[in-house]
C-alpha cells in the first residue's frame, strides 16, 4: 500500500537553529510531493511542491526541500528557524497522471523556543 | 484572493443530533476533498469529488457519514446521527485536477459532539 511516512512526530528548536524534516514514501511510479504547513488555529497551507526538474525545490518564508529519488524521501529544510515557524509540518504525495488520491504523513510539530 | 469557505466554523451538538458541514470551493476548480483532523488519528481523507462526482469515499463511514454535491459551488458533508468519536476538525480542499494537484484548504469547520 502506499504510504508516507514523518518519522519525527515532535521536534523542538531554538530560534536559529536548522531545520531538517523527514519525509519518505512508498510509492511506486513517478510522484509529486508536497509539504504542507498549518499554523496554530489555521488550516493547511502549500509550503512548496516538487514536479519535475531541479530536485531541490525552494518554497516560501525560506523552506526548501530536496527530492532525493533513490532514498524516497523529501526532507524538508530550514537553515535558520524563527519563532514563527512554530507549526506542523505534513509531507503529502500522489502519483503522477490523471487523479491520484493525495496520502498525507502524520504531521510533525515543530516547536521554536525564542 | 481566492479562497475556500467552509460553514459554520464551529459546531456543538449533541450525539444523535444531524450535522450538515458546508463548503465553497474556489471559482473554477473542480475538485474538491473532505478531510477530518484528529489528534490521534491525524489528517484523513474522508471524500473525493471531481466535476461533483464521488469518486473516492473509502475513508469515509458509510452508516453515518454522506458526502454530496448538489452544484459546482456547494459541497456537504452530513453526519446522521452524531456520535462523540465524530468530533474533530473537518477540513474542505478544493483544486483543479489534471493541474498541479495542489489543494487549497478552507479553514475548518470544528465539531463537537457530547
Known amino acids: 500500500a502506499q504510504s508516507v511516512s514523518q518519522h519525527n512526530h515532535h521536534v523542538i528548536l531554538s530560534e536559529a537553529a536548522s531545520l531538517e524534516l523527514g519525509c519518505n514514501y512508498s510509492?511506486?511510479?513517478?510522484?509529486?510531493l508536497f509539504w504542507y504547513v498549518q499554523y496554530p488555529g489555521q488550516h493547511l497551507q502549500l509550503l512548496l511542491k516538487?514536479?519535475?526538474?531541479?530536485?531541490l525545490v525552494k518554497g516560501i518564508k525560506g523552506f526548501e526541500a530536496e527530492f532525493i529519488k533513490s532514498k524516497f524521501s523529501f526532507n524538508l529544510r530550514k537553515p535558520s528557524v524563527q519563532w514563527s515557524d512554530t507549526a506542523e509540518y505534513f509531507c503529502?504525495?500522489?502519483?503522477?497522471?490523471?487523479?491520484?488520491?493525495?496520502?498525507f504523513g502524520t504531521g510533525t510539530k515543530l516547536q521554536v523556543i525564542p | 484572493d481566492a479562497r475556500v469557505t467552509q460553514t459554520p466554523r464551529h459546531k456543538v451538538t449533541e450525539m444523535g443530533q444531524e450535522v450538515t458541514m458546508r463548503c465553497q470551493p474556489i471559482?473554477?476548480?473542480?475538485?474538491v476533498f473532505w478531510y477530518r483532523q484528529t489528534m490521534m488519528q491525524g489528517l484523513e481523507l474522508l471524500a473525493y469529488?471531481?466535476?461533483?462526482?464521488?469518486?473516492?469515499d473509502s475513508g469515509m463511514p458509510k452508516d453515518r457519514f454522506s458526502a454530496e454535491m448538489p452544484d459546482a459551488t456547494l459541497a456537504t458533508l452530513k453526519i446522521q446521527p452524531s456520535e462523540p468519536r465524530d468530533s474533530a476538525v473537518y477540513f474542505c480542499?478544493?483544486?483543479?485536477?489534471?493541474?498541479?494537484?495542489?489543494?487549497?484548504f478552507g479553514p475548518g469547520t470544528r465539531l463537537t459532539v457530547t
Open positions: 480542499a478544493s483544486g483543479l485536477s489534471g493541474s498541479s494537484y495542489e489543494q487549497y
Open positions: 510509492y511506486g511510479g513517478t510522484v509529486n
Open positions: 516538487y514536479f519535475s526538474g531541479d530536485p
Open positions: 503529502a504525495v500522489t502519483l503522477s497522471g490523471g487523479y491520484q488520491k493525495v496520502t
Open positions: 471559482l473554477g476548480h473542480n475538485t
Open positions: 469529488f471531481r466535476n461533483r462526482a464521488p469518486l473516492d
